[in-house]
């Protein structure tokens, strides 16, 4: 129970990583307000964190809605009087070369990874300074640090700017007691790779130094640590968690 009497948000908790993340923080005792867009996925996750008998409301809506930040934060604060946690992990990943992008995707990527972050953290932030205490954790992606073939270089661009915001609101933030730290996961079974071929697949695993794919439980055993006392000397800090295909 590392995250005992813990008020966490998880952004983008409806499938993928974010849900993972989601159940891993409720099994360490947290409460939890997750977001996403679609409500039938997030009925399905707040389902499943109640039966393991954590409290969990969902507050569905886009991130790149400075609106929904303000409510996600106010039915935190209604239902539980604080927040302790928040992970920014909503994210979105678009595949085209640079020249093939059209402006509205460049646009729409750097809204979602970038923007609706910086308008969660903005929301949270009062409130974790008022009680001198809080942890964020950022999702980034390994494309952050490294030119990548297979994304437009919105994705790459938007995680950068992810890194970037992370290590200044970690040095802004560090008197007050608040931790802003992020993770940079390299390839993940999720959903995604429903779509590879098996000639793909084992082309990427083979690629990778560990010669497997990362889970989203990985991922979110990372974002524990992160949420938890156990970093509590760490702030400004990216984790890879990328079986070796990036080394930094
Ligand atoms: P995913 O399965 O596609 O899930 C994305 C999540 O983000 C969903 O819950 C989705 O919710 C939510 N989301 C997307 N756009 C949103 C919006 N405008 N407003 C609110 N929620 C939104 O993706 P994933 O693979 O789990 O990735 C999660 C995070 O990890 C992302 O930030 C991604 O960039 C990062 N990442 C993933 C990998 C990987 O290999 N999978 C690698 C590196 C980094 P709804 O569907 O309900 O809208």
Redesign the pocket.
Known sequence: MLLKNRVAIV?????????SIALTLANNGASLII????LD??DEVAEEVSSLGHQCFIH?????DPE?ATKVVEKAIDQFGKIDILVN?????KRSSTLDMDLESWQQVMD??LN?NLYFSKAVLPHMMKQNYGKIVN?????AKSGHQNAAPS?GAS?AGVNYLTRHLALEMASYNIYVNGV?????E???ITQWSEEYYQKVTSSIPLKKL?T?QN?ADTVLFLASDMSDFITGEIINVNGGTYMD
């Open positions: 952004t983008g908790a409806s499938r993928g990583i974010g849900r977001n996403g867009t679609n996925l997030l569905s809506g886009d991130v790149t929904t992990n909503a994210g979105i990943n979602v990874n609706g999702m980034s992606s390994t494309k994705y995680k940079c996961p390299g390839p993940i999720t959903d995604m990362g989203p991922v």
